[in-house]
């Protein structure tokens, strides 16, 4: 499977991965030059494979905006340069040399280069170029597979790439089965250390919801050896990659409402569903907190699917009693489900518009309307709104979940 990073050879030993690269833009002001740049390359010798961030603070005097590809094209061109053979990598990590131009009086090793180049910059004579060498900090973070968890999974050369939906959502089928399947990696490119931890969450969430209708369901986590296995076959244990779900073939609820597509009269059915299916996440301890039309999806019996349970939110989409609370994900229990009503309400009010002058549209929108109020003691209570929601009474419960 290709992911989402691109490999770029510059030298016979070295591979970079131009998405990688990254500047610091938080000292930046109006032109001024980034503070630091960095690029991520895989050094290969001796049949080892060593992952390594490379990081300049030296300034090269490219200043523009505009000039982001030239500076690139500047770091990589120092790159190819350093003589990775004399640096001590750090093994089945991610490296990060730290390249500064400083005093020849500060006791730092210098950066090694190949003999047959030279820098191509004007160096002062008490200058010279040093580096650092320490673990990326800000390298992915892999889930390790407990084998004694027995969580189905897959490995990841089963997996076979057919569409990237998103950053880290990919349209895939596995070997050995003929459906379409999604993989969502834990990997991406705005990856930030925490994400794992919000990855584990929604696994265990998942875990926890199988067998559940009207919610995405958990198929296998994609497992392989480390990806920064330094020495290959070194029979290092398994990581989790990303997870494998069921994929849901007649696109999303927001699709849906801005194409006044609901499936002939499915969509009247639809609240019910997502209703008894919001509860039945609440009875097992556990909340959506992004209730938007963008993340429910409709499967191949034109019913609704929730996706995306307790892993982010919407600022937009949080009840106003609770805007000013941070982190909203930390709110109560309590809170996040009454949160979770009041979303919902907002969904119903946009579901509405599919039949905007019919009876039922006309239900819908009216009990989202009461369970979106402004002020929580004037919204309607849920077993009501229940009660009440189009062919709802037509719907025996132990069908629903």
């Known amino acids: 499977m290709k992911g989402f990073h691109h490999a770029l050879s510059i030298s016979e030993h070295i591979q970079t991965f131009p998405r990688t690269y990254k500047e610091d833009q938080g000292y930046r002001v109006d032109d001024s030059e980034p503070c630091e740049r960095s690029e991520n390359i895989i050094f290969h010798a001796d049949g080892l494979k060593w992952h390594v961030k490379v990081t300049s603070k030296a300034k090269i005097g ?4 505009a000039g982001l590809l030239k500076r690139r094209k500047k770091l990589e061109a120092l790159i190819s340069l350093i003589d990775f053979h004399s640096i001590s990598l750090l093994p089945d990590t991610v ?3 730290v390249i500064e131009k400083v005093s020849c009086l500060l006791c730092l090793p210098k950066l090694p280069l190949k003999q047959e180049f030279q820098l191509d910059y004007t160096e002062p004579s008490d200058t010279c170029w040093v580096y650092t060498i320490q673990e990326d900090a800000s390298r992915v973070l892999y889930p ?3 084998i ?3 969580l189905p999974m897959i490995a990841l050369a089963d997996i076979e790439e057919k569409e990237q939906i998103s950053n880290n959502v990919f349209l895939v089928t596995s070997k050995g089965r003929d459906e379409n399947l999604i993989y969502k990696t834990v990997e991406h490119p705005f990856y930030e250390q925490n994400h794992t931890a919000v990855f ?3 696994l265990r969430n998942l875990v926890l919801l199988q067998g559940c209708r009207n919610i995405v369901q958990l198929v296998a986590v994609v497992t392989s050896p480390s990806p920064f296995q330094t020495k290959p ?3 290092s244990v398994d990581v989790i990659l990303g997870m494998v779900l069921e994929y849901y073939p007649n696109g999303t609820l927001e699709d849906a409402i801005h194409l006044l597509n609901g499936k002939g009269t499915a969509w009247k059915t639809w609240p019910c569903h997502l209703a008894h299916a919001l509860l039945r996440l609440h009875n097992t301890c556990i909340t959506h907190m992004d209730i938007t039309s963008r993340n429910v999806v409709i499967d191949a019996a034109d019913e609704p699917v929730f996706i995306d349970i ?3 939110y919407t600022y937009e989409n949080l009840a106003p009693e609770f805007r000013n609370d941070f982190p909203p994900l930390e709110l109560s229990f309590n809170q996040r489900c009454q949160n979770d009503w009041w979303a919902f309400g907002k969904l119903l009010i946009e579901l509405a518009s599919i039949e905007d002058n019919g009876s039922s549209g006309t239900i819908i929108r009216n009990i989202g309307e009461k369970l979106s109020c402004e002020h929580p003691e004037d919204r309607l209570d849920i077993s009501e709104a229940i009660r009440i929601l189009p062919t709802s009474k037509k ?7």
């Not at 490219?62 to 905006?65: A, S, Y």
């Open 200 to 202: 584990q969450q929604e």
């Open 148 to 150: 004694e968890s027995k």
């Open 395 to 401: 719907l025996i419960y132990r069908n629903i979940i």
């Open 144 to 146: 390790i597979y407990d």
């Open 95 to 97: 490296s990060e040399i």
């Open 62 to 65: 490219i200043t523009k905006r």
């Open 310 to 312: 307790g892993v982010g």
């Open 233 to 235: 076959s070194s029979g």
